[in-house]
């Protein structure tokens, strides 16, 4: 990279955007960066977790190398200190997004479960990855949808034979996006009748 870290940081720490503790983690997560990069890179081969090679074209894979390498060209072209710490903020998104429960169930699904045909049930999710309840695996699907660091959309169906998968086809993100637009609705009318209920014990 061709930036300057101490001059970029000691702006940043001027500015009040971070502080000398933050300095240190910045260094630290940089390192991570380069981690990832090369991890990525095509001198290493890429596993799937089970020892089997997997493709580097995989779109799990772009998807992550095109996120390190955004990463990369911002602090390249970071000219004043809120650059810098606009692309530290999503390099902070980015290693904690590796760490996570999220990313583990959304590489699995993005490696094994591409297409409605290819979906799996909710239980076997949470029995793969140790979540005890399917209401803790449906938050995790939510937050999963709502990180934009995730490119592409989990489709589900809450029926026996539903379950998860990476949606591939137009009509099936509008069938997704149809139905959470309807159970926002609900949720919408719920709330509303709920301020006319009353407490027991209040008086008339």
Known sequence: MNYDNETLTNDAIKAGLI???EREEFLGTLDALDDIEWDLSDELTLLDGKGNTVDANEPYYVELSDL??????GFDTSSS?????RNWIKLKGLIERMNSVENKIYKYLMLNHVGKDNRILGNKLCAMFNIKLTSVLREIIANIR???LYKYLIGAMPTDN????IV????DMKRAIISMEGRAVKMF???RQMRNKRIIGEKE
């Open 19 to 21: 502080t000398e503790e």
């Open 68 to 73: 390190v390498s955004d990463i990369y060209k």
């Open 81 to 85: 200190p809120q650059d810098f710490h």
């Open 146 to 148: 709502l990180n934009p």
């Open 162 to 165: 539903g379950g998860y998968w």
């Open 168 to 171: 591939d086809n137009v009509e």
């Open 189 to 191: 009318d719920v709330a």
